[in-house]
């Protein structure tokens, strides 16, 4: 079974320092895809960045990346220069794909981030 | 139209009550997915439906009923819950050939 472990319940960083989440994952499945996922109070899930299990560069977009080690099943979320506006939830989360043509997100327990003035 | 919209965002009911949740996409998907998240949690999947037929049912109470009624659509019928089903449900939908979930705000509910 697929499973996927964020160990930090809470983390804060100053306003423009870059923080490190971090992400575990185990399965079995040669062909995955990872996700994080930012959730403010209000509540929507906001998508952030993925990357592939056969994508040979680590995914970027714009303040974020995504430090993919594969041998070491992780890949850590990094928000370079933290913004007031990034305090939020953030979840990791691995999909696991059907034969009838749809995946099933399975998520982290999450990391709350503070970003301090 | 990139957008999952999701109604009504708030909901109180009482237990004898039924209402519905709806949710709507024009992104084309054809997979979409009601999830149940209770406060300081991960979100945990409920219903998961392909090409409008229910694939994946993770051992769900029959007091929650999804509904597909086409291809934008995805209803969740509510009849008889108790207060431990006072949440956040958020749906989303994705293509069936690629990674893209978007999720909708979802409906705060509670039941008293």
């Known amino acids: 079974a697929q499973k996927i472990t964020q160990t930090q319940p809470g983390m804060f960083v100053q306003e423009k320092e870059a923080v490190t989440l971090d992400c575990t994952y185990d399965t079995s499945d040669p062909s995955y895809g990872l996700f994080w996922y930012k959730q403010p109070s209000s509540g929507e899930m906001i998508f952030l960045i993925y990357?592939?299990?056969?994508?040979?560069q680590n995914a970027t977009e714009g303040r974020y990346s995504l430090n993919f080690q594969k041998a070491r099943k992780s890949a850590n979320l990094v928000i370079s220069a933290s913004q007031l506006g990034d305090s939020a939830m953030y979840f990791c989360a691995m999909r696991e794909r059907f034969s009838g043509g749809y995946n099933k997100l399975i998520f982290g327990a999450g990391t709350r981030l503070a970003v301090h003035p | 139209d990139t957008e999952v919209t999701q109604t009504p965002k708030h909901l109180v009911m009482g237990m004898t009550n039924k209402k519905s949740l709806k949710c709507e996409q024009h992104m084309g998907h054809r997979a979409m997915y009601w999830y149940k998240q209770k406060a300081k949690k991960p979100p945990e999947l409920m219903f998961v439906?392909?090409?409008?037929?229910?694939?994946i049912n993770e051992s769900v109470p029959s007091r929650f009923s999804p509904e597909c009624p086409n291809s934008s659509l995805l209803n969740l019928h509510l009849h008889a819950l108790q207060p431990e089903d006072s949440a956040l449900y958020l749906c989303a939908s994705s293509h069936t050939d690629n990674y893209g979930y978007t999720f909708g705000s979802g409906t705060r509910l509670t039941v008293v």
């Open positions: 990357q592939g299990s056969y994508d040979q």
């Open positions: 439906y392909s090409y409008e037929k229910l694939s």
